[in-house]
């Protein structure tokens, strides 16, 4: 059964910086990619921000965070973390990890193709 925990998360002022992690078990292999997606306070949307793909070093950013965000993974501790700097209010959200299904091998950062969600991990930027 896959399970997916997120950590991470808190309170920081704009500018600073938080580093968010998932801890990832049971069958998650190479054909799929992990994604960062957030949710923001009134938004029913879920919107993805980096994805990494399974087993490799490819990642791909939404516009919004190229720059800022960084995805990595440790595939001995099935680990995935997300180094955010240079924070922003607009940046607050519910962060989930999810593992996604590569439609034709592509990462893509989607809701419509997750496989697993984590229950999700609060960050509060101040301004």
């Known amino acids: 059964q896959v399970q997916l925990v997120e950590s991470g998360g808190g309170s920081v002022q704009a500018g600073g910086s938080l580093r968010l992690s998932c801890a990832y078990s049971g069958y998650i292999d190479s054909s799929y990619c992990m994604v960062w997606f957030r949710q923001a306070p009134g938004n029913e949307r879920r919107e993805g921000v980096a994805?990494?793909?399974?087993?490799?070093?490819?990642?791909v950013y939404d516009d919004s965070v190229k720059g800022r965000f960084t995805i990595s993974q440790d595939s001995v501790k099935n680990t995935i973390s997300l180094q955010m700097n240079s924070l922003k209010p607009e940046d607050a959200a519910m962060y989930y990890c999810?593992?996604?299904?590569?439609?034709?091998?592509?990462?893509?950062?989607?809701?419509?193709?997750?496989?697993?969600w984590g229950q999700g991990t609060q960050v509060t930027v101040s301004s």
């Open positions: 994805g990494i793909y399974v087993g490799r070093d490819d990642t």
């Open positions: 999810a593992a996604v299904t590569r439609r034709f091998g592509i990462c893509r950062l989607s809701v419509a193709n997750v496989y697993f």
